[in-house]
């Protein structure tokens, strides 16, 4: 049942897609808000399964399929809340496709291997819950980021074609940017202090060097770096974009780094 509520939100996610794909081209306001129907629709369907599946497994998060299906939610549900206050429908071309990506690996791979037994603690759900929103706040802002560079690459070569045209405001987008990277350094802070708790056996605070860790403290220091450099130095633009992508790119590297691939569905590690 559960599957089958994510396969539907799936197929949703992929109409949404395709219907700001087409917006890019021709922003009509019935697409628009056909688009956050679907989203909506969607959002609602896939999070009607994640609470069933996490409540079969006594709330305890299994295995990458699971993660990636997290993500995917908590990446669209990000953009229909942007979307939604600051009226950028176009920013759905490049978001739902990702998140239709995202979400394939979740319908395709199974269920996943138990927790082991160290790190089956009653505050685990809600740690991977906030990790997986610091990753999903950055993909964000690592696509509003993107979408600077195309707007800026195009103003500096004076060719103002589709993009331009449709895209919204360097402006906007920088100030977007930071809004999102403040909510993924926040969620990443806490990640990362909550983290040292469930990677090992012994009880407490334990920093024990693994590969996860250390990818999430260096990312960690980019974000850090990337709101100082804005709050004091006074950063915008180009440079802040590329950190930010940077810094997803690491956090990337870490959400990938949790979870077991030498099996078929992939457990928690």
């Known amino acids: 049942m559960n599957h089958a509520l994510v396969s539907l939100a799936c197929h949703a996610y992929v109409v949404a897609a395709l219907v700001y794909l087409v917006y890019l081209v021709?922003?009509?306001?019935?697409?628009?808000?056909?688009?956050?129907?679907?989203?909506?629709?969607?959002?609602?369907l896939h999070g009607v399964a994640l609470f069933g599946l996490f409540g079969a497994q006594g709330g305890r998060p299994v295995g990458v399929a699971q993660g990636f299906?997290?993500?995917?939610?908590?990446?669209?549900?990000?953009?229909?809340?942007?979307?939604?206050r600051y009226r950028r429908p176009v920013m759905g071309a490049f978001i739902t496709p990702l998140a239709v990506a995202v979400l394939l690996p979740g319908l395709l791979l199974d269920g996943g291997t138990p927790l082991p037994a160290h790190v089956q603690r009653p505050l685990l759900p809600v740690h991977i819950t906030i990790a997986l929103l610091g990753v999903a706040a950055s993909a964000v802002a690592a696509g509003v980021a993107g979408m600077y560079l195309l707007m800026e690459r195009q103003v500096k070569g004076k060719r103002f074609g589709l993009l331009f045209a449709r895209l919204p405001s360097?402006?906007?987008?920088?100030?977007?940017?930071r809004?999102?990277?403040?909510?993924?350094f926040i969620a990443l802070s806490v990640t990362l202090v909550t983290?040292?708790?469930?990677?090992?056996?012994?009880?407490?605070?334990?920093?024990?060097?693994?590969s996860k860790q250390i990818a999430t403290l260096v990312a960690w220091v980019v974000f850090a770096a990337l709101v100082s450099a804005r709050s004091f130095g006074g950063w915008r633009g180009r440079r802040v974009a590329l950190l930010t992508m940077t810094g997803f790119g690491l956090l990337l590297l870490c959400f990938l780094s949790s979870y077991d691939f030498t099996h078929v569905g992939g457990g928690w590690r």
Do not use: H
Request: aromatic letters at 16%; charged letters at 10%.
């Open 179 to 184: 809004q999102l990277v403040v909510v993924g």
């Open 26 to 44: 021709r922003q009509w306001d019935a697409l628009a808000t056909a688009g956050r129907v679907l989203v909506g629709t969607g959002l609602v």
């Open 195 to 210: 983290g040292a708790f469930f990677s090992s056996a012994a009880p407490g605070f334990v920093w024990s060097w693994q």
């Open 69 to 84: 299906s997290t993500f995917a939610f908590l990446l669209l549900a990000i953009f229909l809340v942007v979307d939604v």
């Open 170 to 177: 360097l402006e906007f987008l920088d100030t977007l940017n």
